[in-house]
């Protein structure tokens, strides 16, 4: 239960948008493994340095395209021969959307817009996923948790209204037009390769430094939010049964169905690093959101009965695989 079919992946050509992010890498791996035709657009860069996928070199083909350019999308589309889409290329960082929202908009809702008609143009896909986020419902009042895909989306981030646009927007697609979307909203996914800006990676980087440079306090924002976290290996398998099973034009939750508080997390990630009794949290408060949704815990029956999918790892497995991963990466440790 919960794995794609290698039938149905093999030999098949799929673009990934975002191929160098965190996501993107991990579902690259797994679709390599797959026997499948893996391409992915990049965006132009002076020194094109992608660290995430530098592994995966001579097995995969990029494509420089930019998702405010519907002409090079659509060259992407054509040169690879696409059959299934990931559209996971965004700007994912939701206390950045907060700095610059017009910049989050431009790239989350123009850049979905335009994906959307090159991917109308291209009119060869039979499979698109479009990788939405629990940050679209926002505000959740406490009788309405786990959250099930039916309940209103309260943003409250502009990284969250930008999400809930392009959700939108892909269920418009498919109505008006029958693109082959499946919408996927999926809570916090995390893992080795996650941003260093992300709660999970601070937490393991300072662990590091905890466990290297005897580093005695962990240092968040607020610790009172709880989350909905996962294994982005878990996700990634997700996003594919999307589009191996999924209904066309439907939405699925990914989620653990467990809520955890950030202070809880941090504590598992001092545990996991064998670090309790010697470290302790710390608040910063200059690291608080200006607003921040409190409670986020998913309820994913949905994707379980419809594509077969539920998470097989357990966080604390994540959180291990994380502080082993920024042991290994040092110079990503010390920006936590």
């Given at each position: 239960?919960?794995?794609?079919?290698?039938?149905?992946?093999?030999?098949?050509?799929?673009?990934?948008?975002?191929?160098?992010?965190?996501?993107?890498?991990?579902?690259?791996?797994?679709?390599?493994?797959?026997?499948?035709?893996?391409?992915?657009?990049?965006?132009?860069?002076?020194?094109?340095?992608?660290?995430?996928?530098?592994?995966?070199?001579?097995?995969?083909?990029?494509?420089?395209?930019?998702?405010?350019?519907?002409?090079?999308?659509?060259?992407?589309?054509?040169?690879?021969?696409?059959?299934?889409?990931?559209?996971?290329?965004?700007?994912?960082?939701?206390?950045?959307?907060?700095?610059?929202?017009?910049?989050?908009?431009?790239?989350?809702?123009?850049?979905?817009?335009?994906?959307?008609?090159?991917?109308?143009?291209?009119?060869?896909?039979?499979?698109?996923?479009?990788?939405?986020?629990?940050?679209?419902?926002?505000?959740?009042?406490?009788?309405?948790?786990?959250?099930?895909?039916?309940?209103?989306?309260?943003?409250?981030?502009?990284?969250?209204?930008?999400?809930?646009?392009?959700?939108?927007?892909?269920?418009?697609?498919?109505?008006?037009?029958?693109?082959?979307?499946?919408?996927?909203?999926?809570?916090?996914?995390?893992?080795?390769?996650?941003?260093?800006?992300?709660?999970?990676?601070?937490?393991?980087?300072?662990?590091?430094?905890?466990?290297?440079?005897?580093?005695?306090?962990l240092v968040l924002g607020n610790l009172d939010?709880?989350?909905?976290?996962?294994?982005?290996?878990?996700?990634?398998?997700?996003?594919?049964?999307?589009?191996?099973?999924?209904?066309?034009?439907?939405?699925?939750?990914?989620?653990?169905?467990?809520?955890?508080?950030?202070?809880?997390?941090?504590?598992?990630?001092?545990?996991?690093?064998?670090?309790?009794?010697?470290?302790?949290?710390?608040?910063?408060?200059?690291?608080?959101?200006?607003?921040?949704?409190?409670?986020?815990?998913?309820?994913?029956?949905?994707?379980?009965?419809?594509?077969g999918w539920e998470p097989k790892i357990p966080?604390?497995?994540?959180?291990?695989?994380?502080?082993?991963?920024?042991?290994?990466?040092?110079?990503?440790?010390?920006?936590?």
């Amino acid at each position: 239960m919960g794995e794609p079919s290698e039938s149905y992946w093999k030999e098949r050509n799929v673009l990934i948008t975002g191929i160098s992010g965190f996501v993107g890498s991990h579902l690259a791996d797994k679709l390599i493994e797959m026997g499948a035709n893996v391409h992915g657009i990049v965006r132009r860069h002076a020194v094109p340095d992608y660290p995430d996928i530098k592994h995966l070199h001579g097995k995969i083909r990029l494509y420089t395209a930019d998702l405010l350019d519907t002409n090079s999308l659509y060259s992407a589309l054509k040169e690879s021969e696409a059959t299934s889409l990931f559209h996971l290329a965004a700007q994912s960082f939701v206390p950045l959307s907060f700095t610059a929202p017009v910049a989050t908009y431009e790239t989350n809702i123009m850049g979905t817009s335009n994906l959307l008609e090159a991917v109308r143009r291209y009119d060869k896909l039979d499979g698109m996923q479009f990788a939405g986020s629990s940050e679209e419902y926002g505000l959740v009042h406490e009788n309405e948790t786990p959250i099930k895909e039916t309940n209103p989306l309260r943003p409250l981030s502009p990284y969250g209204a930008s999400k809930v646009a392009g959700d939108m927007m892909c269920y418009t697609h498919h109505k008006c037009y029958g693109l082959p979307i499946v919408r996927t909203r999926a809570f916090n996914h995390e893992g080795p390769r996650r941003g260093i800006n992300f709660v999970t990676s601070v937490i393991a980087a300072q662990v590091v430094l905890g466990q290297t440079q005897g580093r005695k306090k962990l240092v968040l924002g607020n610790l009172d939010p709880i989350r909905d976290f996962m294994d982005v290996r878990d996700t990634l398998l997700g996003y594919m049964l999307a589009i191996e099973k999924g209904e066309r034009g439907d939405v699925y939750n990914l989620a653990s169905g467990r809520g955890l508080t950030i202070r809880e997390t941090a504590e598992i990630g001092i545990r996991e690093g064998g670090l309790e009794g010697e470290m302790t949290v710390e608040v910063d408060k200059k690291r608080y959101r200006p607003a921040d949704v409190m409670v986020l815990i998913g309820d994913y029956s949905k994707a379980k009965e419809k594509l077969g999918w539920e998470p097989k790892i357990p966080f604390e497995q994540t959180m291990r695989d994380m502080i082993e991963y920024y042991k290994d990466n040092q110079d990503l440790a010390s920006l936590a």
